[in-house]
């Protein structure tokens, strides 16, 4: 594997930038070209091709160095974060709520029985798969506005899983002072149930979000040329 980051340290050398936005640079861009290489090597090219393809991404360092300086300049670093994570996660975090709602207003209903234990610990079997169905193509739009801004592989996946957060709040730190103050909810307790809700509520929405932005982000519509030079 090559030294993507140690090969862009020395072809950015003498960047106008402050240390640590230097660094930042660096890492992002090592991480476009170390993905832009692993997707040759899965197309079956010789790594010493991948390596070629990959360099052919930057006709000139000087003026990518020189955009890179500009672009700096004319963008705060809290902008960029916001572009890359915030806007796409609260985005994400908003629609898997809205499709959740909407599913659970006009979308199919199971029947409950009356005498059914814990009814609002477990989502109901219609509602619960037809929400899944949802939340790869919602994970992929965030993939798709997080990689569009330039973030790499990390603010792609946090972007991404952010809407499982208030699930995974609820069921580390909800249930457990529920636990405490509900007798209801403590008589009715059991491991294997709360398993099984860390599943449903948790494991299964962040398996289908990243289905989606892992897919998206594979295909990449932004990388190339255009997403050396977004940085």
């Not at 594997?1 to 930042?24: C, F, N, S, Y």
């Not at 569009?148 to 592989?153: I, K, Q, V």
Request: proline residues 6%; aromatic residues 12%; neutral net charge.
């Amino acid at each position: 594997m090559p030294d993507w980051r140690g090969l862009v340290r020395q072809r950015l050398t003498g960047i106008q930038l402050k240390e640590h936005e230097a660094a930042e640079v660096i890492e992002e861009l090592a991480d476009h070209l170390e993905d832009a290489y692993r997707s040759f090597l899965r197309k079956g090219l010789l790594e010493e091709e991948c390596v070629q393809e990959v360099l052919r991404e930057v006709s000139s360092w000087r003026d990518l160095r020189a955009e890179i300086e500009s672009s700096r300049k004319r963008e705060p670093a809290m902008n960029k974060r916001v572009s890359q994570f915030w806007f796409p996660a609260f985005l994400t975090l908003f629609l898997s709520q809205v499709a959740l709602m909407l599913i659970q207003e006009f979308g199919p209903r199971d029947y409950l029985s009356p005498a059914a234990s814990h009814p609002r610990m477990l989502p109901q079997n219609a509602v619960f798969a037809a929400w899944l169905v949802t939340l790869p193509l919602i994970g992929a739009l965030g993939a798709y506005l997080s990689g569009r801004a330039g973030g790499h592989a990390k603010s792609i996946f946090a972007a991404v899983t952010f809407p499982v957060l208030p699930f995974l709040a609820l069921v580390l730190i909800g249930l457990p002072l529920a636990l405490i103050f509900d007798d209801h909810v403590a008589r009715g307790f059991s491991i294997p149930l709360f398993f099984v809700a860390f599943s449903a509520w948790v494991v299964f929405p962040a398996m289908a979000l990243v289905a989606g932005g892992w897919h998206l982000f594979h295909l990449r519509p932004w990388s190339g040329r255009s997403q050396v030079s977004g940085i």
